[in-house]
């Protein structure tokens, strides 16, 4: 996993609760890089799975909803880094729809080495259904993700989450809707 989603993860710790609180979960976790994380640099998913749990150890916040707040966080600190990935989607389901073609090969070109999950893209009139594959157990970071993007655009979509179907890979459906 990519060092910039670490450092992310402890900006987010930091701000929503303290510098301290950083280095109790990095200390309960007693991840191997002992937290020393670099935006370039690669690091094992335990890590993060493992600094979840430890912050949801001191807070009392499920490892669920740490992960979902963490994915919606992570999405609008992408907008700023990266605004040129947000100039071809004009609204929510164009920009996930185009998630594999424009913005995880562009991630490929970049970081040859990141474990991208993969996304199987349906399309409906007013619909959009993604299929999510990882080789992680990552789901509600996913939609914590999708949740963001729905807040960038500003639209009113209701997103549903489904068991994922009996496909190899598969971790969870997430079905879009556009309303009126």
């Known amino acids: 996993m990519k060092g910039l989603v670490f450092t992310e993860l402890m900006e987010m710790i930091e701000a929503s609760w303290s510098l301290d609180m950083v280095d109790a979960i990095i200390a309960r976790s007693k991840v191997a890089s002992g937290g020393a994380y670099t935006a370039a640099g690669a690091y094992p998913h335990e890590e993060m799975v493992a600094l979840l749990v430890a912050l949801s150890e001191e807070t009392k916040v499920p490892v669920p909803d740490l992960a979902l707040a963490f994915g919606r966080h992570l999405f609008g600190r992408f907008a700023i880094a ?70 960038h655009f500003g639209e009113k979509i209701t997103l549903r989450r489904e068991p994922a179907p009996q496909q190899s890979g598969a971790q969870a459906r997430f079905v879009l809707n556009q309303q009126e």
């Open 82 to 151: 990266y605004p040129r990935f947000f100039q071809a989607g004009t609204d929510t389901l164009q920009f996930l729809g185009g998630i594999e073609g424009n913005i995880h090969a562009e991630v490929s070109k970049l970081y040859p080495d990141a474990e991208l999950p993969t996304f199987e893209v349906d399309t409906a009139p007013g619909q959009l259904t993604l299929t999510y594959f990882s080789n992680h157990p990552s789901a509600d970071l996913a939609q914590g993700l999708i949740e963001g993007c729905i807040a």
